[in-house]
């Protein structure tokens, strides 16, 4: 069963689904191996608490950082928006596969869940969608939720 993943940036946030996030965190994750920002001890200490989100899912929050510093929020835009197309360009993803693939050492995430619950294959777009509202969120242009319907959370757990 998937559980649902705080997503913050300051005062705004947003709820997901924790096996749809850790799909989009890979492919996120894959680009930022690529440019290699682990060698970047700020993106090192955001990727690996981005690693443990995807592994643990519904225990523990997606918190992005509320002041951006240099050409840091351009690369997380970058970065997101790359997984988003990489998404996109296929129209559904095999879940067995994504269960074999998208792990992190020995370590399962919670993108498995999909497989897990006998699932064959899971379609992208709603995950694409969910990397432009983490973009939007970054940005700090995401639309306020609907009247009546705001969340507050007054304790956020850190993993």
Same mark, same amino acid.
């Given at each position: 069963?998937?559980?649902?993943?705080?997503?913050?940036?300051?005062?705004?946030?947003?709820?997901?689904?924790?096996?749809?996030?850790?799909?989009?965190?890979?492919?996120?994750?894959?680009?930022?191996? &690529?440019?290699?920002?682990? %060698?970047?001890?700020?993106? /090192?200490? !955001? *990727?690996?608490?981005?690693?443990? @989100?995807?592994?643990?899912?519904?225990?523990?929050?997606?918190?992005?950082?509320?002041?951006?510093?240099?050409?840091?929020?351009?690369?997380?835009?970058?970065?997101?928006?790359?997984?988003?197309?990489?998404?996109? &360009?296929?129209?559904?993803? %095999?879940?067995?596969?994504? /269960?074999? !693939? *998208?792990?992190?050492?020995?370590? @399962?995430?919670?993108?498995?869940?999909?497989?897990?619950?006998?699932?064959?294959?899971?379609?992208?777009?709603?995950?694409?969608?969910?990397?432009?509202?983490?973009?939007?969120?970054?940005?700090?242009?995401?639309?306020?939720?609907?009247?009546?319907?705001?969340?507050?959370?007054?304790? !956020?757990?850190?993993?």
């Amino acid at each position: 069963m998937s559980r649902t993943v705080p997503v913050f940036r300051g005062e705004s946030l947003f709820w997901a689904l924790d096996a749809a996030l850790a799909v989009w965190l890979f492919g996120f994750l894959d680009g930022a191996q &690529e440019r290699r920002l682990e %060698d970047d001890p700020w993106w /090192a200490e !955001r *990727l690996h608490s981005w690693q443990v @989100t995807a592994i643990v899912g519904g225990t523990s929050v997606f918190d992005l950082p509320e002041e951006w510093v240099d050409d840091r929020l351009e690369t997380f835009t970058t970065l997101a928006l790359d997984s988003v197309a990489s998404l996109r &360009e296929q129209d559904e993803l %095999d879940t067995a596969l994504l /269960a074999k !693939r *998208l792990v992190f050492g020995d370590a @399962t995430t919670s993108a498995s869940r999909y497989h897990q619950r006998k699932q064959e294959t899971v379609a992208t777009e709603p995950i694409a969608l969910l990397g432009e509202a983490l973009v939007d969120l970054a940005h700090g242009t995401l639309p306020p939720p609907p009247k009546g319907h705001r969340v507050v959370l007054r304790d !956020r757990r850190r993993t």
